[in-house]
């Protein structure tokens, strides 16, 4: 909840400070930042800001003192950056095989017991992938080499397109 001046009609939204150097980086949760200096950064602390100060007039602009003409904005900004909650991901990956042609040290495909995926798991993907509630999909095939899966590889194209 923002702190509220009881002698005033604004606010300053909950933030993060971090001290750099001689400067405070302030930011808070709709995206709004600033550097203050320490005198800055204690006006804003104890809220002895005045209305009619440069100050005051950066903060509320930045969108870290709140008033009815920037909340709007604010919360846009908020929604702006918290959409991904609200939407699917975009980005699909299909391991169509843990089969490999060769044997590199770091991969997760060295396996002694290679496999492919089968085709009734391939439909499962796209029935999934209609599914979904983002316009753009992205599907990356992985594995071992994907390549080596060919016919499923082209199986999955061309049943998404």
């Known amino acids: 909840m923002p702190t509220l001046n009881k002698k005033q009609d604004w606010a300053v939204a909950p933030y993060n400070v971090e001290q750099i150097n001689n400067h405070y980086l302030v930011t808070n949760f709709f995206g709004s930042w ?18 009619t100060s440069l100050l005051f007039n950066r903060l509320y602009e930045r969108g870290l003192i709140l008033k009815d003409g920037n909340i709007a904005k604010a919360i846009t900004e908020f929604r702006n950056l918290q959409s991904h909650l609200f939407m699917d991901t975009s ?5 169509v095989t843990t089969r490999c042609n060769i044997s590199c040290r770091y991969c997760q495909a060295r396996s002694h017991n290679p496999s492919d995926m089968s085709y009734e798991v391939a439909s499962k993907i796209i029935k999934y992938l209609f599914d979904v509630r983002t316009q753009n999909i992205h599907l990356e095939f992985q594995g071992g ?14 049943n998404v397109r």
């Open 34 to 51: 600033d550097f203050l200096t320490r005198d800055e950064f204690k006006k804003l602390e104890l809220l002895r800001l005045e209305e």
């Open 91 to 95: 980005l699909h990956i299909a391991v």
């Open 145 to 158: 080499e994907p390549l080596l899966n060919w016919e499923l590889v082209k199986f999955l194209i061309e």
